[in-house]
């Protein structure tokens, strides 16, 4: 057999992307896979189990796809041998077949996928297991760190369900979830949090928590207390839940989007705004920061246009957190960019949208939270 081929450079370098392994034999449905997955994931793929062994061995994927009729070429159980070269990275399984015909067999593997399967399936099944290799690292983690991840991402899973549904959010369970957070925050403890949730593939999920996390820092630095810092924090936590009616491909899409993809992205302010407002528990200013955070002082924003004094303290502090935040966060299609470059861009491109002395205590904030974090 011919020596494995090693990664390429590319592949070893520190990627923005996930890394999803592929073994199979048939190269067209490597080609197809490697097709539907690129914009979203790095992608190698083997089309022999021992040189896949091999070639992971010393760059592991995060999930594996494993066709049915890979096997190593001494013979014995595929899904056995690679969970013991490749110790912790999830399975799934490809088949030709039904998954009932597998039997007990199919309790060894994280997931299965019956050929041919959807594009859509293979992304959120592999989303879903690293999401969950994600969640089981926060098990490690002090009880406070992980009760703020567990919490939060349990309520926004189970906000979607609900929107799913259409059954209103209690606003109980929101504050209950980000109880932690808030706590985190006022005693300036909330960097593990924030470094924890990378390389979390629900990037909805990944935006809104840190929304949320700077949101709440920035209600604590003008002083606002119990029921207020519920208020915002929770108020960052649900204010782009719209975005869980986005389809995957706009909402990821590596690169500009086209006049109607961003008309359906934009779209998700009204989808988060009716249904918040079904929800009859939640305080009006958690509806206002989802529904202004988009809004611009000069008028140019959306959905409404609101300019100037239209617009509420809480909206103009939460656009910000959200400029900050976008400007900051990794994508698949781009690297984050550095804080103070997002800061010095939005006071020098964005004097006519946000609230500059808003902008000044937000800058205030970060520094102090910077010091105070490595005093």
Known sequence: MNAAPALSDAAKAHSRKVLVAVIDANADHRRQVATALTSFYQVVDFSHFDMAMEGLAQTPPCVLLLDEMAMPRMGGDPVKTAR??????????????????????????????????????????????VNKSVENRWESLAPQYRDSL??????????????DRGEPLEYKDVTGACSSLVDAVSNHDFKVILDNVKGHDNYSYVHSLRVATLLSLFGHTIGLKGEDMNLVTSGGLVHDIGKMK?????????????????QVMRSHVPKS????????????GVVTIAEQHHEKLDGSGYPNGLKGGQLNELARMASIVDIFSALTDRRVYKEPMAPEEALTLMTDRMAADIDLNLLTLF?????????????
């Open 84 to 129: 013991r070269l490749l110790p912790g990275v999830p399975i799934i399984r490809t088949l030709n077949r039904a998954i009932a015909h597998l039997g007990e067999t199919a309790r060894d593997t994280d997931a299965c996928l019956e050929k041919p399967y959807r594009r859509s399936s293979l992304i959120r099944t592999i989303s879903n297991l």
């Open 150 to 163: 567990q919490r939060t991402v349990e309520s926004f899973n189970t906000i979607s369900d609900l929107i």
């Open 246 to 262: 986005i389809p995957h491909e706009v909402l990821n899409k590596p690169g500009r989007l086209d006049d109607s993809e961003l």
């Open 273 to 284: 705004v009716d249904y918040l407002k079904l929800c009859e528990s939640l305080p009006k």
């Open 363 to 375: 800058k205030g904030m970060l520094l102090d939270a910077v010091t105070t974090a490595s005093g």
